[in-house]
């Protein structure tokens, strides 16, 4: 089946340690986004890429990392300079990078801070 | 700037039913327009899609949305609905010129009482 895997689904962090949330996707897009979600205040977008070895901060970039060596995979690294981490974080993927394109989503990582 | 506005935190409607998900936007210039859908701990799924033309956007699941450019909505709605539909719903929106990237609203929880 074509789509896009998350992992993991739920990962639980101490303060002051990097994480990375893995995003892969099979679908042969060339567009992929990184969103985070909060109650209440919809998806914002962190980072997104249109190509590879390219990517561009979002709304909300401060405290993350992103990279994409390959066209399948986007990776994002939460820092420990990211001063609010606690939320669920959504991997999507798009066959545009422009106009009026579908985003498909992955079922998301719930990344907890203790 | 661009912005979504979805009125309604919550929106309870009795099975079979029809319900509106509200939604109102702000762009510069032409927009496109979108309605996605997100179950419980999933990533979101698009329903539907406004590009040019029919005001009235038929989409997934029996759902259609209505764009009015001169009250800048695009209201969801579905003439009877399931207990199935609970879920939050996001509606989003790109301008057709400028800025490439998607802007998505505080989403509605949907709640179709049996």
């Known amino acids: 089946d074509g789509g896009i895997t998350q992992s993991p689904k739920y990962l639980f962090r101490k303060e002051g340690q990097n994480v990375t949330l893995s995003c892969e996707q099979n679908l042969n897009h060339d567009a992929m986004y990184w969103y985070r979600q909060d109650p209440g205040q919809g998806l914002r977008l962190i980072y997104y890429s249109q190509i590879v070895n390219d990517f561009q901060k979002g709304d909300i970039a401060e405290g993350y990392s992103v990279s994409r060596e390959k066209k399948e995979s986007f990776p994002l690294t939460v820092t420990s300079a990211q001063k609010n981490p606690t939320a669920f974080y959504l991997c999507?993927?798009?066959?545009?990078?422009?106009?009026?394109?579908?985003?498909?989503f992955g079922a998301g990582s719930r990344l907890t801070v203790l | 700037a661009q912005s979504v506005a979805q009125p309604e935190d919550q929106v309870n409607v009795a099975e079979g039913n029809p319900l509106t998900v509200k939604c109102t936007y702000s762009?510069?210039?032409?927009?496109?327009l979108f309605w996605y859908v997100q179950y419980p701990n999933r990533g979101l799924q698009f329903l539907l899609k406004y590009i040019t033309g029919d005001n009235l956007v038929k989409g997934s699941y029996g759902f259609e949305a209505e764009f009015n450019k001169s009250q800048t909505s695009f209201h969801l709605k579905k003439p009877s609905a399931l207990v199935s539909d609970s879920a939050l719903y996001f509606c989003?929106?790109?301008?057709?010129?400028?800025?490439?990237?998607?802007?998505f609203g505080t989403g509605t929880r949907l709640t179709v009482i049996p």
């Open positions: 762009v510069s210039g032409n927009p496109y």
């Open positions: 989003a929106v790109r301008s057709q010129t400028g800025a490439n990237n998607l802007f």
């Open positions: 999507a993927s798009s066959g545009q990078t422009s106009g009026a394109n579908v985003l498909t």
